[in-house]
């Protein structure tokens, strides 16, 4: 499948572009989701974006980086609204913050965790728990 | 000495009632819930709360090899599971590059199409009973169980199948399991039409459900949905016509299309896919039949460095001694890389995003679950309905909430 980078300043622009151009007709939003890259300094997250064109049956593969520490992505809601979950889970996930979402709280995690559990520095278990030997189940 | 109740601020201006369709509602098949706003019956605002299942799978695939991720799969649809195994196998073994050979790929549709149909039945019987009529639920169960004893018969496991390995089966489908599989194929068309016939031209019915939740296909593809739903709204996407996976296609049928996408299009839709499926089954079987000798002994591919040897020659030779270790504690390599892969679940298109860096485990695993996509138009489908037909949109989105959450 292409996969190809972008800005992730232009990441609206170019799903626009993709969504509107009579030739292309991206306009299918299969998956939205993040990828943690810990090595890559500056640009740790990776927002992918999956897209179809339905007519001509091609797949595209859209990855915006953000840096960890002022993760600010556009959120792309106002073009598929098939976003509006997937853009909650992934800041459920990642703590990317999605400028422009109508309702960016968590979604599948409860509303008082503090952390963002699938990135790299948090481990499978959760640490808080004192009644687990982590000899035994600490992966 | 009494107490002066007080109220909520704005409890009496306000002119809306709060309802809780809660979690735990029989009308609501699993747990998520809705907060409607409603003026009488009528609701004006609704708001959807889901992660009341979320099991943190993408968080566990990351620590366990590709053999261990298949019980997880198995938990997401799990009135379909093995089509959600076998995807998860198409996908592993797009990365790790495994032919599979012909005979396995017609015994897996043959697996899939039963999947199908037994999702397919429990969504159409539950609209017949959150609609009042449950006895075309009872006449179709005994053929549920039917297709359980097939899985059974083949894998051991009746609802979270785990079946399948890379590669192929675990083992060759027994004499029972073609005989179960005759039995189902001379029965269910029978039961199948008799279940029909209680709801397609049924006054009650039709005047209860035409009409009823209906969204156009614009917004259907603008919210993502995929499957039976978005083929009801007018859209003849699937998967297995538009990115052939597993030999479909070698297969003839057809994709049944509706026009309004309301309640009764996603039911005439779904009815009519069972129909299909049952072409397709009827197909692949009379196709593994014509293998003969030691083609008809084939369930897995050759791939030794992926799938578990059998017994005797781990017990006799050096080379499956060591492949079996190396798979059993979970040494598969995996080549860096990234791969898309999706199958056309019963709900729609399931996609595995799977991403490896070389390791044991997966990188990065992300399930493309259909339901959680498409759940999000349901607040908008109901606005302006009544609260029954918001109930009867839920049963016929055919929300599970294993998908829902992951």
Redesign the interface.
Known sequence: MLTFTAPKENNLKVLQFLYDDAELKFRFLTDLMAIHYPDNMGAELAVVYHLHNLEDNIRLRLKVFTDIKQPDVFSVTALFRSANFMERETYDFFGVNFIGHPNLIRILNVEEMDYFPLRKEYPLEDQTRIDKDDEMFGR | MSDHIVLPEGSIEKQTTTLNLGPTHPATHGVFQNILEMDGERILKATST??YI?R?F???A??RPLYQITPLTDRLNYCSSPINNMGWHITCEKLLNVKIPKRVDYLRIIIMELARISDHLICNSVIGVDSGAYTGFLYVMQYRELIYEIYEEVCGSRLTTNIGRIGGFERNFTNTAFVKLEKFLDEYPRTLKEFENLFKRNRIFMDRTIGCGPISAE?A????FTGPNLRAAG?D?DVRV??PYSSYEDFDFNIPVGTTGDVYDRFLVRNDEMWESLKIINEAYRKVKEFKGAEAEVFHADSPAYYLPPKKDVYTKMEALIYHFKIVMGEIEMPPG?V?S?VEGANG?L?Y?L?SDGGRTP??L?F?RPC??????YTEIIKGGMLSDAIITMSSLNLIAGEL??
């Open positions: 889901v992660g979320h943190a993408e968080k566990i990351e620590r917004m593809l603008n919210y993502g859209v996407y538009h990115t990234e898309y999706c298109e996609g995003y991403v990188y990065r992300h493309r959680f996509i498409y759940y999000q138009a959450d992951a």
